[in-house]
């Protein structure tokens, strides 16, 4: 697609529950970026790939969190155990292979909000 | 590594007056700079790019902003506000290469008064 997909748009989880949210990026693009926006304005990067391998998972907190992009399904960000800490918007980017003349712009999903209780 | 700083965290101005919002950052190499800009219960929209080509650079509706290596910052700027503009507004660096984290200025919420 043209534009980069996340779903769901709104998730609801009780603390100590599993959250799962997904995005699919652009057609074409290799590259998949997950934030997460806490409160307002905080963004913290948590993890990229490239394709489907990882490039850099060093913004992941490794206890609870995974993500995978896998041939052919969405990518997804699965959170273990929710905590109230968690409660956030997650967005995912995409951006193009590298090539000559190629620049960086990461293009994003209009998030996921999710809500721990 | 990189880091970006927003000036304001805060910008009211007028209607049909100037906006500047100002950011300056920090990286070892030469940087890709962005800014974008999120409304309400929205998700990120890019405005324009710094990719090392002109040091002035034009965006979508009607933002401007210009590259300036010796006092490392990158502003942006509209010569009149727009209602519309009313947002918060991130100024983002990048290292070179499709594969690097974007690190995120803390943002500038820009309220436009009538």
């Known amino acids: 697609g043209e534009e980069v997909a996340q779903t769901p748009k709104h998730l609801v989880r009780g603390e100590g529950q599993k959250a799962k949210l997904y995005c699919a990026p652009i057609k074409g693009h290799s590259y998949v970026f997950w934030y997460q926006q806490v409160l307002k304005n905080e963004f913290k990067f948590l993890i990229s790939f490239q394709n489907e391998n990882v490039f850099d998972e060093t913004g992941m907190p490794k206890e609870r969190f995974s993500a995978k992009c896998l041939p052919n399904s969405p990518c997804s960000l699965e959170i273990q155990a929710t905590k109230l800490e968690d409660s956030a918007v997650y967005f995912c980017a995409s951006s193009r292979s590298r090539g000559i003349g190629s620049y960086n712009e990461q293009f994003f999903g209009p998030g996921t909000r999710l809500t721990v209780l | 590594a990189q880091s970006v700083t927003q000036l304001d965290s805060h910008v009211s101005v007028s209607e049909g007056t100037p906006v500047l919002l100002r950011c300056n950052y920090s990286s070892s190499y030469s940087p890709s700079l962005f800014w974008y800009v999120q409304h309400p219960n929205k998700g990120l929209q890019l405005l324009l790019k710094?990719?090392?080509?002109?040091?002035l650079v034009k965006g979508i509706n009607g933002f401007e902003a210009e590259f300036k290596k010796s006092e490392t910052s990158f502003h942006l700027t509209k010569p009149s506000a727009h209602m519309s503009d009313a947002a918060e507004y991130f100024c983002?660096?990048?290292?070179?290469?499709?594969?690097?984290?974007?690190?995120f200025g803390s943002g500038t919420q820009l309220t436009v008064l009538p």
């Open positions: 710094y990719t090392s080509a002109a040091t």
């Open positions: 983002v660096v990048s290292g070179s290469g499709s594969a690097r984290q974007l690190t």
